[in-house]
């Protein structure tokens, strides 16, 4: 495919001198010819193609790579030189004599000691053609390329790569003399004009201030001028009518909504995640948020990019304009917007692929490189030698995404302060009701053998006994039923006891069951001799002092797990030591998330046992959840289920089952909460019987002599409570006891128990707390970055994960890096990394980002492939004004909005579109710029003009997206339920990009597909783009709209028609176009009243008008 | 300037002809205005990217004019279609003796027997399950290939990697690839259709997309029902108000050509109102079927339910064929109760639907094509994005058994375009788990298609990115053994 550049060949001789000392080296003529890939026949190759090296991949490289000294023994078998040298035990294959080839003995699983691959015996198929293969004489095509696996990137020169233009380092040029100086507004024309004079021709005439200003309108918002702006332009002959408009435009805040766009583009943004259902990605709209906000205010573009890399990390973040959480961090969010599998076989290369994706945008955004091209093998053409790609590679590698709570410190003081006034007024509230328990423990005995009574005297009939019983008789029967199925509740041996009685045994008899089955839990063992199979593993009980295992984010879960209750929180089924929860001091107001760390998922299921509200969200997009992610897919989610007390949920886990994964306890929701107990794996999909041992004291009870009948039995609870209320050493099992023999939900339910004063008291508290819990502000989530174990990686031999080379340090591209640069040793890198890519030595960014805004400006780029500086892009067609450009940029302080200025202020960007015969002779694709073209909008700039034109825009800025309309012909999984047809008349950048359902319009109209950047849109030109302009529903909507505000304006017909020029073209119409749509609209309002009322045979009429101007190619061209 | 197809390969069809050529639309006025002397005055660099459809010059002769898909989406079984295995009968839910790779659900490992009977047919006596009686029929014409080899175990990235030759979104499909290499024979209608049933595959409708290509070489989807193609009908309730309303867009045109100037662009702009214009019109003749003679209705199984829908889709492919389409794909009819060919469970119960849905229309196409004369320039294409393991994936009980995804081995068919019919090409293991003997990777598939359409899979490319892209990436070989 390549013609190989000087260097390439370089290194193909290097690599084949090596290949000469290597056969100069092994004297052997057999082996020599073993080296020539050339005599092997056409049926050796494929022999050993299709049998033996698949089989060698899949089983052998792994240990026998290039890491083959650590754990291979020194043996290779990716290599056809390491096989015949072989390892520590010598050559692996005598060729042509299998009976003394180790290779033979060891796959053949004869020796004990030697069993190859350990993982398991080949087929008899395999291990057959294996020995059929050392008797031909091991025929292998293999190419000795482990010269260039040794020594990565030997044939790149940097210091000579240093001199290509993009390299080197910014310059800023002298202005060039011109012959006709009046021409020069801008510095940049001298550059433009002294090209073009150098060849003999003139730039093309000014434009007229009403192309200039539909022209500069759509360039700086996306939006036509409105009639009133061009008038006003048109009315305003000062010099500096212009200038004046170039700053009206760039302080518009839909300038931020255009700009946004176009660096969209770049950082493939989209709001799922594609393949098989296409799952959304949470928070991707704050990111276009946050570009729009950067573009708005001109964010610095060198302090943008670093954000981009290293928002969370960089010194001095940024907050939001609100101060209220971290604007700064929400910049690395575009690292996430790539495909996301839904159920990778292998999620090692699904990782690095992700990886690749990352990097092939951080190149091609930030510094016009295609890095991604040197995954497999050193870049062919630029100076990136692959350790490189895997130096940077690395620093990805070590950063996970993380679903964070970025409240500021100042939030964060303001939730806590009323977090604590809550928490004070819940403890005072909880001094109140404090003499409850003592109250019920009094007549413990009384109301449990009520209750007792009752559920054996309904026996299997229905439950509305309990409606029938007296408080708190009612609350315990019900108290009583839920302690039925959790052998750890304390209750659970009077509802066993009340089962067997119910049986028929007797009380003994039921009792020494009951006794016996709990002191076998006691022990650890399960009374149904359980198999191995069903033995559970607890993955968390939270029973610790600390989240250790655990990272939290937000203030809900607090800092450590909770064993006390606020009042207002659920007791019920609360018969547990510890938990984790959302709840705070006893609001639903916070929220915040806890994330595990990674581990294996070990067996079939996952059980949870949990509480909390339910607010009704499902999948990712539920905000109070459990969620298991498996390589950045949330596959799995347990959303409680609203009942107010504790129940287990189920999973099963077949496709995560033995992969790496980490969970997420999430509270999203500002009126919510989530908590959970307990989260079981284990191999049955039953619920766990037992998760934690019966209390101590609970055990003891049983093994009192006394207990002779359920009176007795009731009693013994009367005074379990009491002897643990008055034991002097206070531990977990008493503290538990006493807050599990309570039977209402809450605390606060049995207030009505208390005397009358102290009751008014917690009205009045809860009051005050309510009131309070209002002031607690929302936090904000966003998807970012995070370090996360960082760690070099090795070199993916030809891009290959499970072919390692070696490893390289973290580290930033040699080529541009400062010298001497040092290797990362701490934390992920990206801060390293931002600094260097910004760093003043880097001249890329500077002259990438130019290099856009002029093409966005011009039609075309100083440099027409905007996402390539390298060797296969195109060179500038003005390369010291690519270098005045980046300096002026440079200078001041990265500011977007200035180059602009300089830009627009110019006499190139104010050239008409006509064309000299001269010019279109000698340079007819325009790259010395002799006039400017006329360019197609873009899709969403049509869009948008619909909306504008019609009357119809929403000019809200910012906020969640809107969800796309989805119309009958957009069918497949994932896709959502559809959104309002004019998607609220929002602007085309709030409307959702949902990867597989992206708009059919946008897609006619040349929409990118988010999956990597682009920097130059298509303009082509397809009949779908006819017949959505003609009949989509979206258009006529908006032509009719436009209808009813033009008929019921009291204007004459001529000066609506005019009005409707100019808000849809920008000029206003000839006189025959006037006279000519008069007649179209009485014609069509005759044919329109055949069968309407005159009404809307006018309103027909004037739709059918707008219609036909939404559709005149004037309409979607600029000038 | 760039060095893509729409340059490389231009035949410089002049502007004037291209303008006759789609002269029979609306707005005579426009094109008047077009062909006045003061709008001819345009570049020849700029005449070039005027008509992205225009037919072009292939690297070689071609021996085929159209490719029709039929996408089997989800993924047939191949040993119980066309590839018997008798080793799983006599192993039937034995543990299977060979190392597996990692599957998507990792369920089971025990060998599952076919529960299809297999037959010879035909004069080359090639095996074929009791699933596809009529299909057996036609073997002497298939070219079968049972050593198909991808790289994707996940439907989404194994549906892209069919269709584009890579796993990831974003790249163009097949169709998009040979329409944008060769352009479209048919004036009035898109170069590459697809037509659904109400199943779209995992991956979306980019699995049709045109990826980094121009807008112009994308897929267009014709849906079953009433509506065929998104936004084709006319809104207008006469057609006098859709006409008058084009007349006056194109003298509002006229006047914009008049004040601007000479622009290639826009000029294609007016242009494409003209063909958007026709196909309002070709798409319901297209869609008419009231002309096809009983025997024809019967020979693609119209006459019964099971097989009325994919029928209807397999006769539309030949009428578009006629039409001069160059890239028809027909993806698997939606059957009530059942995924695709994704048979994770029942495979018994669902191969045979899907089979009874598809059988007769295939086997009528064939014939029909034949009978026609047409097969030889129609290349007919059969087969999913992957196959399946030869292993059980066991449910809740037994009878519910099915197999999970096997990209390692598995079986597709071509007929006609210059392919050896009666032909069986390569093999899998004894359980048809991997393929072993001339294995055929996808990009050495969709090579030997472009081979047959004239194109050189290796010439063909579009710069994007830095690199000079192609549908086979960086592999690819022609496979020379399955050709006539």
């Known amino acids: 495919m390549a013609i190989p550049d000087s260097a390439g060949r370089k290194a193909e001789e290097h690599s084949f001198l090596r290949l000469l000392l290597l056969a100069l080296l092994i004297p052997t003529a057999c082996l020599f010819s073993q080296l020539h890939g050339a005599e092997i026949s056409q049926e050796e190759t494929d022999f050993f193609e299709t049998r033996i090296r698949p089989v060698l991949v899949e089983n052998c490289y792994l240990c026998h790579g290039p890491q083959a000294e650590a754990t291979g023994g020194g043996l290779r078998l990716d290599q056809r030189e390491g096989l015949l040298h072989g390892g520590s035990r010598g050559p692996s294959v005598m060729p042509g004599s299998p009976g003394d080839s180790l290779l033979i003995e060891a796959i053949s699983y004869r020796d004990p000691g030697l069993q190859m691959p350990p993982s398991g015996k080949l087929s008899d198929q395999q291990i057959a053609d294996f020995v059929r293969w050392v008797q031909m004489g091991t025929p292998d095509p293999r190419q000795p390329d482990w010269a260039e696996e040794q020594d990565p990137g030997r044939g790149i020169d940097l210091e000579q790569a240093r001199a290509f233009w993009s390299l080197q380092p910014i310059k800023e040029p002298p202005l060039p003399e011109v012959d006709n100086p009046k021409w020069i507004r801008s510095p940049i024309d001298r550059f433009v004009l002294a090209r073009l004079e150098k060849e003999n021709l003139a730039p093309a005439p000014a434009a007229t201030k009403r192309v200039l200003l539909r022209r500069v309108t759509f360039s700086l918002t996306g939006l036509p001028p409105t009639p009133r702006e061009v008038e006003d332009f048109l009315a305003d002959e000062s010099p500096q009518a212009y200038g004046k408009v170039v700053e009206r435009l760039l302080a518009s805040p839909h300038y931020g909504e255009r700009w946004a766009r176009h660096w969209l583009d770049l950082v493939r943004f989209s709001e799922t995640s594609g393949h098989e259902y296409d799952n959304s990605k949470l928070d991707a709209w704050r990111y276009r948020d946050y570009v729009i906000r950067a573009f708005n205010s001109d964010l610095p573009y060198n302090r943008f990019l670093a954000e981009q890399i290293a928002g969370d990390l960089i010194p001095e973040k940024r907050l939001s304009p609100e101060g209220d959480y971290w604007e700064s961090s929400i910049g690395t969010t575009h690292l996430w917007f790539g495909e996301v599998l839904n159920s990778p076989t292998d999620p090692v290369k699904s990782r690095a692929d992700e990886v690749d994706n990352q990097l092939d945008v951080l190149g091609k955004a930030f510094l016009g490189l295609t890095l991604a091209c040197a995954r497999c093998h050193d870049h062919k053409f630029d100076p990136i030698p692959t350790a490189d790609y895997y130096s940077v590679a690395g620093i990805l590698h070590s950063t996970e995404y993380a679903e964070e709570v970025l409240d500021s410190p100042t939030q964060i003081g303001r939730i806590a302060a009323t977090h604590a006034k809550i928490g004070d007024l819940n403890s005072q509230i909880g001094t109140l009701l404090q003499p409850l328990p003592i109250n019920l423990a009094d007549r413990l005995s009384d109301d449990l053998l009520a209750a007792a009574e009752a559920i054996w005297a309904r026996g299997e009939e229905s439950d509305s006994h309990a409606s029938s019983q007296p408080e708190p008789v009612r609350s315990w029967i019900q108290y009583l039923e839920e302690a039925a199925a959790e052998p750890d509740h304390v209750f659970y041996p009077l509802t066993a006891v009340l089962t067997s009685l119910r049986e028929g045994q007797s009380f003994e008899q039921a009792l020494a069951q009951v006794r016996d089955e709990l002191t076998d839990l006691a022990r650890g063992l399960d009374p149904q001799s359980r198999k191995g199979s069903s033995i559970e593993e607890v993955f968390e009980d939270f029973d610790k002092p600390s989240y250790a295992g655990w990272r939290t984010s937000g203030q809900a879960f607090g800092s450590a797990p909770r064993r006390d209750l606020p009042p207002n929180q659920s007791m019920r089924g609360a018969q547990v030591l510890a938990l984790a929860s959302s709840f705070g001091d006893g609001t639903n107001r916070l929220m915040g998330s806890l994330t595990s760390d990674f581990f294996e998922t070990p067996k079939r299921w996952m059980h949870v046992r949990l509480a909390g509200s339910n607010e009704g969200g499902k999948g990712e997009e539920a905000k109070l959840r459990l969620s298991l992610v498996n390589s950045r897919h949330k596959s799995l989610h347990i959303m409680p289920s609203g009942s107010g007390h504790f129940e287990w949920q189920s999973k099963s886990l077949s496709v995560d089952r033995n992969r790496t994964c980490h969970l997420e306890i999430v509270d999203r929701d500002p009126t919510g909460h989530i908590v959970v107990d307990k989260i079981v794996f284990s191999d049955l999909a039953e619920v766990p019987k037992i998760s934690s041992p019966p209390n101590r004291y609970v055990v003891e009870l049983l093994n009192r002599s006394d207990l002779k009948s359920l009176r007795s039995l009731t009693s013994a609870y009367e005074d379990m409570l009491r002897l643990s209320r008055e034991s002097s050493t206070s531990d977990r099992h008493s503290e538990w006891l006493i807050r599990s023999i309570f039977p209402f939900r809450r605390m606060e339910d049995a207030a009505y128990l208390l005397e009358a004063g102290s009751r008014h008291q917690v009205q009045l508290l809860a009051a005050a707390r309510s009131s309070a819990e209002k002031e607690i502000p929302q936090s904000v989530f966003a998807t970012v970055a995070l370090d996360h174990r960082p760690h070099n990686v090795r070199i993916h031999t030809r891009g290959d994960h499970k072919n390692l080379g070696e490893e390289v340090p973290r580290r930033f591209l040699r080529v541009l890096a400062p010298e001497h640069q040092q290797s990362v040793t701490q934390g992920s890198g990206r801060l390293e990394l931002a600094q260097w890519v910004i760093s003043p030595a880097n001249p890329l960014p500077a002259r990438v980002l130019v290099n856009r805004v002029w093409k966005h400006h011009f039609g075309r780029g100083i440099v027409d492939s905007p996402d390539n500086f390298g060797k296969t892009g195109d060179g500038p067609t003005h390369p010291e004004l690519l270098d005045y450009l980046a300096s002026r940029f440079i200078d001041s302080d990265w500011s977007i909005k200035s180059i602009h200025r300089l830009l627009l202020l110019s006499s190139s960007h104010q050239m008409s579109n006509r064309i000299s015969e001269a010019a279109s002779k000698f340079d007819p694709s325009n790259r010395l710029l002799h006039h400017i073209p006329i360019r197609r909008l873009e899709a969403e700039a049509i869009r948008d003009s619909v909306l504008a034109v019609s009357g119809q825009l929403n000019r809200r800025l910012f906020g969640p997206s809107v969800t796309p309309h989805v119309s009958e012909h957009q069918q497949g999984r994932g896709r959502p339920e559809s959104g309002p047809l004019l998607g609220e008349g929002r602007r085309s950048i709030y409307i959702e990009v949902r990867r597989n359902f992206l708009s059919p319009m946008f897609l006619a109209f040349d929409y990118p597909l988010p999956t990597s950047t682009l920097g130059g849109r298509g303009s082509s030109t397809v009949p779908s783009q006819a017949l959505i302009m003609m009949n989509n529903a979206f258009v006529r909507e908006q032509a009719k709209s436009w209808g009813i505000r033009l008929l019921s304006s009291p204007e004459a017909t001529s000066t609506k028609i005019a009005g409707m020029f100019l808000a849809a073209l920008g000029r206003p119409p000839s006189p025959d176009e006037v006279e000519d749509a008069q007649s179209f609209l009485q014609d069509q309002k005759e044919l329109h009243l055949r069968e309407s009322s005159p009404y809307q045979a006018k309103l027909g009429a004037w739709s059918d008008l707008g219609h036909v101007l939404l559709n005149s190619t004037e309409f979607i061209f600029v000038q | ?484």
């Open chain 2, 1 to 484: 300037m760039s060095r893509n197809q729409i340059d490389t390969l231009a035949t410089t069809v002049s502007r004037r002809e291209w303008l006759f050529r789609s002269a029979n639309g609306f707005g005579g006025l426009a094109l008047l205005a077009m062909l006045s002397d003061a709008a001819l005055g345009s570049t020849a660099q700029s005449s070039r990217s005027v008509d992205p459809l225009r037919v072009r010059t292939p690297h070689h002769p071609a021996r085929v004019k159209s490719v029709i898909f039929l996408f089997m989406d989800g993924g047939p079984s191949q040993m119980d279609t066309f590839d018997p295995k008798p080793r799983l009968t006599q192993e039937h839910l034995q543990p299977i003796s060979m190392k597996t790779p990692t599957t998507v659900f990792n369920i089971s490992n025990k060998v599952l027997a076919s529960p299809f009977q297999f037959k010879q047919y035909g004069e080359c006596g090639a095996p074929v399950s009791d699933l596809f009686p009529h299909v057996a029929t036609c073997v002497d014409d298939l070219t079968i290939v049972r050593s198909l080899v991808a790289d994707h175990s996940e439907h989404t990235a194994a549906n892209y990697f069919m269709h584009t030759g890579s796993g990831f979104q974003g790249r163009p499909s097949v169709g998009s690839w040979l329409t944008y290499g060769l352009g479209s024979e048919s004036r009035n209608l898109p170069g590459f259709i697809v037509l659904e049933n109400g199943l779209i595959p995992p991956g979306g409708a980019d699995v049709f997309g045109n990826g980094f290509l121009p807008a112009s070489y994308q897929g267009t989807l014709f849906r079953a029902g009433k509506h065929p193609v998104a936004d084709l009908e006319p809104a207008e309730s006469a057609p006098e108000l859709q006409r008058r309303k084009l007349d006056l867009l194109g003298r509002l045109n006229r006047s914009a050509l008049d004040r601007l100037g000479p622009n290639t662009q826009l000029e294609a702009t007016i242009a494409n109102y003209e063909l958007a214009f026709r196909m309002q019109v070709e798409v319901p003749d297209l869609l008419d079927l009231s002309g096809e003679s009983e025997t024809i209705r019967k020979l693609y199984g119209l006459d019964e339910d099971d097989t009325e829908e994919f029928g209807r889709s397999c006769l539309l492919a030949r009428r578009m064929v006629q039409r001069g389409v160059r890239f028809i794909e027909l993806l698997t009819p939606l059957r009530k109760g059942q995924d695709r060919w994704d048979q994770h469970r029942n495979l018994e119960e669902g191969h045979r639907t899907n089979a009874r849905a598809t059988d007769k229309p295939i086997a009528g196409l064939l014939k029909d094509l034949k009978s026609l004369g047409m097969l030889d320039e129609t290349l007919v294409l059969w087969g999913g994005e992957f196959g399946r393991t030869p292993t059980a994936q066991i449910g809740k009980n037994i009878e519910e058994v099915g197999r999970d995804h096997n990209p390692h081995g598995f079986t597709m068919w071509l007929a006609g375009g210059g392919f050896k019919g009666g032909l069986t090409h390569g093999a899998t293991d004894e359980y048809g788990y991997y393929a072993v003997e001339n294995r055929v990777p996808v990009h050495d598939l969709h090579a030997t298609i472009l081979h047959q359409l004239g194109l050189d899979h290796e010439k063909l490319t579009f710069h994007y990115s830095g690199r000079d892209m192609r549908l086979t990436d960086v592999h690819g070989n022609v496979i020379r053994d399955l050709l006539a």
